[in-house]
Each structure stands twice: as structure tokens, then as C-alpha cells.
């Protein structure tokens, strides 16, 4: 589900689960698995999900690029759950820096989603237009400000650079792909773009590092998402 509705589930889910049960959030955003353990009391592990796919009709998935979870630390618990999801085809890579694996799953969701979404537009279509290519640069270089000012060391984002080839390669590989935010609007639903370039731009805010263009594009999707 929807970050919208984590503390929701996560009490109608406690329960049903064991006590010695574990809940993966795969969710988009940084603090769900938090969320859910303060709601619920359950124990709840984050993990950064790389795939894209949608839901074109109740009851059928498609499933359009990638499928890999990085979670973290290093620890039982966590290879344990690693080894499950191996079992099941399902790369999963254990991360002794999971909440700086968080920031760059934050980060290539604020570079695509919104721009996506207003223009309408898959990722492969932001990967071809220069002026699309400048704007994610833009909200990378942000996005990636606002992490290093709060002590975060976003793995392989050493500088924009890095991180604005790593968002234009990911909308290359997954080219045929619509951002769920996208997705979520198109059907009328509230989306996750609090949780997305709404959370950067406040974070900056807090921390006072400027994020006008993450505001901005949050901005633009909350207006559309009103008029829904």
C-alpha cells in the first residue's frame, strides 16, 4: 500500500502477524518502517525497491523492468529475510548503509515521478529531451544537498554528477515505464508525493538547504492531485 496508509495497515495487520514476525516495507519514501513500528509495535525492516510495474485492472500486474531490494544492516534478521526473498527469485542485497540505500531510492523517485506525471510523459521520454535531462539534474542536485547537510552518504552519489547519470540511466532502463505517482493520479487516488519531492523540500527547509525545484514540482502535483 500507499505511504498514505502505513500506519493504517499496520495496525489492521498486528494481529495476524506472529510475534516473531517481520514486516518488509517496501514502500517509497525513508520513514515507513518507523511509522509502522510506532503504530503497531511490530518489528519492520526498510528496503530500497527497484522495479517498475503497474496495475492496469484489478486482479493483473504488469510487470515492466527490474525487481531487486536492497534492505539492511547486516545482521540474522536481515539474512534471514534476504535468503527467503533469494529463494523466491528475488535479488535482495544486504546494505550496511540501508538508509543511505533509502536517499538514492529517494532520490531517482523525486528525478522521475513528478516530471512524469505533469508531462505525462514515461521515463524513457525524460531520458530523450534535453530540457527534461536539465530538470532532473536539477532536482538531483537538491535531493542530494539536502542529504549531505543531514549527514547522509548516499552510496555511489559522491557528487550531482554521479547522481544525475544514475537517475537518467534508471529512466533508460526501465524507458517504457510511467511513475506510479503517475499511475495513482490518473486513477483518481491521493499519491506519495509528500512522501517524495514534498519530504525533500521540507527537509531542506528544516535543515536550510533550498530545494525550490523539488517544491515546485510538489507543488504542481498537489494542485493536480486537488483537482482529482
Not at 509495535?41 to 527490474?66: C, D, N, Q, T
Request: with cysteine; glycine share 10%.
Amino acid at each position: 500500500m500507499k505511504t498514505t496508509d502505513t500506519e493504517t495497515a499496520a495496525r489492521e495487520l498486528a494481529p495476524f502477524l506472529s510475534p516473531h514476525g517481520i514486516v518488509v516495507s517496501m514502500q517509497n519514501g525513508l520513514d515507513n518502517a518507523e511509522r509502522i513500528r510506532t503504530a503497531s509495535g511490530m518489528e519492520a525492516l526498510p528496503a530500497a525497491v527497484y522495479v517498475a510495474a503497474s496495475v492496469p485492472e484489478p486482479g493483473r500486474i504488469k510487470h515492466v523492468g527490474r525487481g531487486d531490494l536492497v534492505i539492511g544492516p547486516q545482521s540474522e534478521r536481515t539474512q534471514r529475510v534476504a535468503d527467503l526473498f533469494e529463494r523466491a527469485g528475488v535479488p535482495c542485497r544486504i546494505s550496511k548503509n540501508v538508509e543511505g540505500e533509502l536517499w538514492a531510492k529517494l532520490m531517482m523517485n523525486c528525478a522521475g515521478n513528478a516530471v512524469s506525471t505533469l508531462g505525462r510523459v514515461t521515463y524513457g521520454e525524460i531520458a530523450a529531451s534535453e530540457e527534461a535531462r536539465k530538470l532532473v539534474a536539477q532536482v538531483v542536485t537538491e535531493v542530494l544537498g539536502v542529504a549531505c547537510t543531514a549527514g547522509i552518504r548516499v552510496p555511489g552519489m559522491e557528487n550531482p554528477q554521479a547522481g544525475i547519470a544514475a537517475a537518467l540511466k534508471l529512466a533508460t532502463v526501465m524507458s517504457r515505464a510511467t511513475s506510479s505517482t503517475a499511475q495513482d493520479l490518473e486513477k483518481g487516488k491521493l499519491t506519495e508525493i509528500d512522501s517524495l519531492n514534498g519530504y525533500v523540500a521540507r527537509r531542506g527547509e528544516t535543515l536550510g538547504v533550498p530545494a525550490p525545484v523539488n517544491h515546485a514540482l510538489y507543488t504542481l502535483v498537489k494542485l493536480a492531485e486537488g483537482r482529482r
